[in-house]
């Protein structure tokens, strides 16, 4: 396949398909766990090792493996903390395919949610925490990715996305706050969501539930939105 430049000034696609199979994420990021699992997948330095304590003592219950004093995560604990995270999504009500708007810096968490996003079947759509400032940026992109779940890196983004557009925040499935407490209260406590469904004795078995939903080439799984320097996202 070729790519060239059309009249119009728009880049275009053109020539033959790949004739390669096209994997699906979730198929991709299961295997990448059991062919790697106790190899390191994530490395915050600026972020605690006992963020969640649940995933940090996954395979290493005495601490012998954790040596260091920033995260530091294997592929199988970044699962785990999905699939915690997933599964509690899923007890607080978000529905399988309802978009959901991440809007955190560079932090765990964010991986987190996207693998549990993509676990959820639900579409992953990242935003940088300074385009809630924009309220007219904001809205169009919540409204055109038909968000129904928002998580949230700060008490300010939220205070700023109930102020701005109520009518959207007011009916949101699942709202979520990163931290071991949340301020507004109609937010849950991400650290809360997790820290409690590692002790639920349904956990195993809602996420296989998960694990086994159907999933297709063609299924949505992320919303990006351009810069918006010359126009909306």
């Given at each position: 396949m070729k790519d060239k430049i059309s009249r119009n000034g728009l880049s275009e696609s053109w020539g033959k398909d790949l004739d390669i199979p096209i994997p699906i994420l979730h198929d991709l990021i299961t295997s990448s766990v059991e062919q790697h699992g106790y190899k390191t997948a994530l490395v915050c330095k600026h972020q605690p090792a006992d963020l969640i304590p649940a995933v940090q003592q996954l395979n290493d219950p005495d601490g012998a493996l954790s040596t260091v004093p920033f995260l530091r995560w294997t592929h199988a604990q970044l699962q785990y903390s999905a699939d915690l995270l997933a599964v509690g999504l899923t007890k607080c009500g978000i529905q399988t395919g309802s978009p959901i708007a991440v809007i955190l810096g560079g932090r765990a968490e964010f991986y987190m949610a996207l693998r549990a996003s993509v676990k959820l079947k639900c579409p992953f759509t990242p935003i940088h925490p300074r385009s809630v400032q924009n309220t007219t940026e904001i809205r169009h992109m919540f409204t055109l990715s038909g968000t129904k779940a928002v998580l949230v890196e700060s008490a300010q983004v939220a205070e700023t996305l109930e102020r701005s557009m109520p009518d959207l925040m007011g009916g949101m499935q699942v709202k979520v706050m990163v931290g071991a407490q949340s301020t507004p209260r109609t937010y849950l406590s991400l650290q809360t969501i997790v820290s409690?469904?590692?002790?639920?004795?349904?956990?195993?078995?809602?996420?296989?539930?998960?694990?086994?939903?159907?999933?297709?080439?063609?299924d949505g799984v992320f919303i990006w939105f351009s810069s918006g320097t010359t126009s909306l996202p």
């Open positions: 409690d469904t590692a002790e639920e004795s349904t956990f195993n078995q809602i996420s296989d539930s998960l694990n086994r939903l159907p999933r297709h080439v063609d």
